[in-house]
């Protein structure tokens, strides 16, 4: 977090607050700030609470890290609870006051907050909503990335922005701009550009010819990186993947390494090399929900599916909010037969993140099978709305056709003919309809 903080881009280091030897602070309490701050130009009072709170409460909020460690967040953030009201985030200001002894609604705290501090629009705000958006997966969100970027001067948060755009890495701009983050000076900047690329779901080809150079980076970590975009196109005992199979085969002791090497052997179609690897992996962090949904991928790979089904109800125990687990286990129901289970899971998904358009998308097919034509359509409704892509408009089309909505049939058939004149499926049914 410390990397990330303003302090640190302004080059503030450790040894400006702690001595470099004991790790103790230089001076105690709010004079250990001042001692810079208050002869800054523009600097002045802005605490609202008196005496009580010092400065490292509302700028450095403590957390208890596994039950027995406090330790103060070296991020050096601003308290906002306007916000944390909006996207449900913790901040400063609710953890004493939303989550203290004398609970505060947080829409009263961000309230008091304008009233003492105006609506500060700052690029941070801009950032975190950018960052809130590609994490729910929102359709558009790489818009809100790109436009973050452009005002980010971070290394640290530019790194951040380009790690989370991955799902967007066909997109003409994105793929510009990670492309140009290659070259970028800061090694953690080209490592998220080369780790958003990697796992991106863009032609192999042209990853493969973006990422080839920076297997020649001069940080490993970057070529590890590289190595892995490229894994596809080599065996792990070829010369130019030689950085990742070392990287993973030294982690293989642990449920990540084990799970990266399984992975590696899945991707390759060595599915029964994969499996053992990947249980081992299971055993080691049994309270790892997507190592259960990679294990339960596998497995249905190999055809034991009703193992693959155990693995997911498994998984949504340990991860009851991973929406995406909740969709996969929704997929497995419906090819058990068990379609009442199927739907329950995918309005799991829905609930969860609503945004998730093929958990949308299933759920409408799902109970159109069910005889639910009516939800069907209000599944497919919403799956539309998130991507007016031609499967879901489709599917609309057709469970449309089947209750009897004509009209609304045509229209979604000549929207689909718009955009695919060569859709036969479309072509058909406006004929039919016009017969």
């Not at 949904?293 to 109800?313: F, I, N, P, W």
């Not at 909740?326 to 829905?350: K, Y």
Request: proline share 6%.
């Amino acid at each position: 977090s410390f990397t990330g903080s303003r302090m640190h881009d302004a080059g503030v280091r450790c040894g400006a607050c702690h001595e470099p030897h004991s790790g103790l602070l230089l001076r105690e309490g709010d004079a250990l700030c001042t001692s810079c701050h208050a002869g800054m130009p523009a600097f002045e009072p802005h605490d609202h609470h008196g005496g009580a709170v010092a400065c490292i409460d509302c700028h450095m909020p403590q957390t208890t890290y596994m039950q027995r460690h406090p330790r103060r967040d070296h991020g050096f953030t601003h308290p906002d609870p306007v916000l944390g009201t909006e996207l449900e985030i913790p901040d400063a200001c609710s953890r004493c006051h939303a989550d203290g002894p004398a609970p505060q609604d947080r829409e009263s705290l961000a309230a008091a907050w304008v009233e003492w501090y105006g609506d500060d629009e700052r690029p941070r705000r801009q950032r975190a909503r950018a960052i809130a958006s590609a994490r729910k997966n929102a359709p558009q969100a790489h818009e809100r990335i790109l436009e973050a970027l452009a005002l980010e001067r971070s290394p640290f948060w530019r790194a951040v922005l380009l790690r989370v755009s991955a799902p967007w890495a066909t997109e003409p701009q994105v793929r510009t701009a990670l492309a140009a983050a290659l070259e970028d000076s800061d090694p953690l900047v080209r490592l998220a550009a080369a780790e958003a690329l990697a796992e991106s779901a863009a032609d192999p080809r042209s990853v493969s010819a973006l990422l080839s150079p920076s297997l020649s980076d001069s940080t490993r970590a970057v070529r590890v990186a590289a190595s892995r975009g490229l894994r596809a196109s080599y065996p792990p005992s070829h010369s130019r993947m030689e950085d990742l199979t070392s990287a993973v085969q030294l982690q293989r002791d642990q449920p990540a390494g084990a799970l990266a090497w399984g992975g590696w052997l899945l991707e390759r179609g060595e599915v029964d090399q994969a499996i053992p690897e990947l249980e081992r992996a299971t055993q080691w962090d049994p309270n790892s929900a997507g190592l259960r949904h990679t294990l339960a991928v596998a497995l249905s790979a190999a055809g034991r599916t009703e193992e693959a089904r155990a693995q997911l109800l498994k998984g949504v125990e340990v991860g009851p909010e991973q929406a995406e687990l909740w969709h996969a286990l929704g997929l497995a129901h419906a090819s058990s037969g068990d379609a009442a289970a199927a739907e329950a899971a995918l309005g799991r998904a829905v609930e969860l993140e609503p945004e998730r358009m093929r958990s949308w998308y299933n759920l409408g097919l799902l109970r159109h099978g069910l005889g639910d034509g009516e939800g069907a359509l209000a599944a497919l409704d919403a799956a539309v709305k998130l991507d007016p892509g031609l499967d879901a408009l489709w599917a609309r089309a057709t469970v449309a056709r089947d209750l009897g909505r004509l009209e609304d049939a045509r229209r979604d058939a000549m929207l689909l003919l718009q955009r695919d004149p060569t859709h036969s499926g479309a072509r058909s049914l406006v004929a039919s309809l016009r017969r």
